[in-house]
Every structure is written in structure tokens, then in C-alpha cells.
């Protein structure tokens, strides 16, 4: 279940308040172990990944509200857009990265956006950050 949140994390945590509370809510928790638990068993039917039918959504579409809601922002489950880390406000690359906790104990997470389509420098800068630091290796004492 920790590689679903950490990846839950730097995806999107810097678009869902809901990283902010630690441990996860099960609401929460229960909806990414539904999509792994729907993906895997596509795996069992013989389905195989599929990322090519993601380039298929336009980028501007999957940034529209009412259009995801009509047609999902991934075509396939069998694709790895688990979630839909394109459509942050700023319409760039963005990564969520943890930066320590707060008073409370509850873990913070610094964002780093790129400019349209570099997302290489934003892997790049990710990296240097986690290379510079240790609080991706660190719980938060309520984890255990
Ligand atoms: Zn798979």
C-alpha cells in the first residue's frame, strides 16, 4: 500500500489537500486500491499495458472539467495515468515532492513546476532536491 501512496503523493499532492492527513483517509485509500485492483485484473483477462491509447486525449481536454467527467482522463485502465496530474491550474509540469512535516507531525510537500512541456528539467530538479535532501526516506511518527 506505500507505493500507492507515494506515488498517490508525488503526482498529485500538490493538487489534493487530502495528502495533508496522515495516514490517508480510506476514502481515499480505498479508490487507489480499486483502480490497482481493476488494473491487475485486466492483467489476469490478458490485457496488457496500453499507454498508446492515452495520446489519443488531447491535453487541453483533459485540463476541462466537464470533458473528464463525460469521458474519463485516461481511455484505458490499462494505461499507467492513474491520475490526472496533467490538469494542475497552472497547465504545466508539475511534481509534488515531500519537504518535511509540519507542527503537527503531518508531512508537507513542495511543488516544482516546469514550463510548458519541459518536464525534464522538472524530473531534473526532483531528483536534485531528493538528492539534497532526506525527507522522502522519512514516516511521519503516526506511520510507525
Ligand atoms: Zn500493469
Do not use: C
Not at 490478458?46 to 473528464?68: C, E, F, L, M
Amino acid at each position: 500500500m506505500s507505493i500507492l501512496r507515494d506515488v498517490y503523493f508525488a503526482q498529485v499532492g500538490h493538487l489534493d489537500p487530502r495528502v495533508q492527513l496522515w495516514p490517508f483517509p480510506d476514502s481515499l485509500m480505498g479508490r487507489l486500491i480499486e483502480y490497482l485492483v481493476a488494473h491487475e485484473v485486466g492483467h489476469t483477462l490478458g490485457y496488457q499495458h496500453n499507454q498508446k491509447a492515452s495520446s489519443t486525449y488531447p491535453v487541453d481536454s483533459v485540463r476541462s472539467r466537464t470533458w473528464i467527467k463525460r469521458m474519463g482522463h485516461a481511455p484505458s485502465i490499462m494505461d499507467y495515468s492513474r491520475f490526472n496530474y496533467v490538469a494542475n491550474l497552472a497547465t504545466v509540469p508539475a511534481i509534488g515532492l515531500p519537504s518535511g512535516f509540519s507542527k503537527n507531525g503531518l508531512p508537507l510537500s513542495l511543488a516544482v513546476l516546469g514550463t510548458h512541456f519541459d518536464e525534464s528539467t522538472v524530473y531534473r530538479v526532483a531528483y536534485a532536491y531528493e538528492q539534497a535532501t532526506e525527507w522522502h526516506r522519512r514516516w511521519p511518527a503516526a506511520a510507525g
